[in-house]
Structures are given as C-alpha cells and as structure tokens.
C-alpha cells in the first residue's frame, strides 16, 4: 500500500511539473555548438571570417582566416612589429550583390534569440574597439555567417542574407552592434552585464549576432 501512494505521488509530480523540467534542461544544455546549429538551421553556411589586405604601406595582399585574435597572431608571426595601425585594406572595385535571400524581418533587434547564452557585456565592448580603431574592408559569401571576434567570453558574428557575396566595413558593423548594446532587453535580467542579441540591418541585407561561449574560440 506504501509502495502504491510513492508511486502515485510520483505520477503527480511528472504530470504537474514535466514540461516545465523539460524546457529548463533544454535551454540549460544550449552550449557553445548551439549557434553553429540554430545558423545551420536557418539556412547559413558557416565559414572562417576572411581578411586581405598588406601588412605595411605599398606590401604585398595576404589573405588571413581566423577571428580578429588569430588573425592578429598570424600577422605578427609574418611581421614581428605588427600593428594595426599599418594595416592596408582597400574597398573592392567590384559591385557586390544586394539581393535578399528573404523578406528581411520586420523588427530590427532581436534579444536573446532561441536561448542562445549570454555574454559579456565587456567582450561586446571590446569587440567594437577593434571594428572602430582598426577600421577595415572585408566580404563575406552569399548566405554565409562567419565569426569576426571571439574573446573575454563573448562571440560576434556577422552573416550576409544575400543571394551573392557582399563587402562590409567594420565601422558600419560596429555602428550596428550599438544596437544590442543599448537595448535594454538584450540585457539579462539577473545580470545586466551579460547580454544577447541580433541586430538586422534592412538596407544591405545582412545581420550581426552577439552571444558568449565558455572560453572555447578554436
């Protein structure tokens, strides 16, 4: 008789709070490949974002993959005194595609999409340091999202909704980061710190995404 009342209190407890256990241990399970996924599911391919340009005044175009931080590390390797400040990138002379893949939606940010986990609001900040002071031209392939920055916690992304390739500059994707970072709502509500958000931007049809990780950039 014992055994049969557990078992019944058991039964209630699973019907009353099972879906709820539920959506908790899924978002709580969102790692570092979430977003690899969710951009996966939304029609992205996934490519190393890509940056050309010479290392001094009148060098020699050297085309680097990576984030901004491995891309830094590549210089380096090839010019010991690398800097920035010396870095060459030229707009392309050809015109890019601007051609929406789809109807761009209708609210420009979105907050913490599909669970994604939150980062911090410094990494943001310092990501738009780089995009600013080191101000650079850089493409992007169609339908393609390819990871600019990631450190501190934090991973920006930017992904071109158009049917062909397009070029973007940093100072423009800095601008529109600025964005999530004053929206309230990207904020988390425990921790106004950390944030997630993305931001579309309608005229040239492509979009920027802010989320953390766990220290994992390779």
């Known amino acids: 008789m014992r055994l049969?009342?557990?078992?019944?209190?058991?039964?209630?407890?699973?019907?009353?709070?099972?879906?709820?256990?539920?959506?908790?241990?899924?978002?709580?399970?969102?790692n570092e490949d979430a977003i690899v996924n969710i951009l996966g599911q939304q029609g992205y391919k996934i490519a190393p974002f890509t940056l050309q340009g010479s290392l001094k005044t009148g060098g020699d175009v050297v085309s680097f993959n990576g984030t901004l931080q491995?891309?830094?590390?590549?210089?380096?390797?090839?010019?010991?005194?690398?800097?920035?400040?010396?870095?060459?990138?030229?707009?392309?002379?050809?015109?890019?595609?601007?051609?929406?893949?789809?109807?761009?939606?209708?609210?420009?940010?979105?907050?913490?999409?599909q669970h994604l986990k939150s980062g911090p609001k410094s990494a943001l900040?310092?990501?738009?340091?780089?995009?600013m002071n080191y101000s650079f031209w850089f493409q992007v392939s169609a339908q393609t999202c390819e990871r600019v920055w990631c450190e501190l916690g934090g991973d920006l992304w930017l992904c071109n909704d158009n049917l062909g390739w397009s070029e973007f500059y940093s100072v423009e994707m800095?601008?529109?980061?600025?964005?999530?970072?004053?929206?309230?709502?990207?904020?988390?509500?425990?921790?106004?710190n950390k944030?997630?958000?993305?931001?579309?931007?309608?005229?040239?049809?492509?979009?920027?995404?802010f989320n953390g990780n766990d220290g994992l950039c390779s």
């Open 125 to 131: 900040e310092a990501a738009q340091m780089w995009l």
């Open 70 to 113: 491995e891309i830094d590390a590549q210089a380096r390797r090839i010019k010991r005194d690398f800097t920035w400040e010396d870095f060459h990138s030229e707009k392309p002379t050809e015109a890019d595609t601007i051609q929406p893949r789809w109807r761009p939606v209708e609210n420009k940010t979105l907050c913490h999409v």
């Open 4 to 30: 049969y009342m557990v078992l019944i209190a058991l039964a209630f407890i699973i019907a009353v709070f099972g879906s709820d256990a539920t959506q908790v241990n899924e978002v709580s399970e969102v």
């Open 195 to 209: 944030m997630q958000g993305q931001v579309f931007q309608l005229e040239r049809n492509y979009n920027v995404l």
């Open 174 to 192: 800095k601008n529109l980061t600025d964005s999530i970072l004053s929206n309230e709502d990207c904020a988390d509500r425990d921790d106004p």
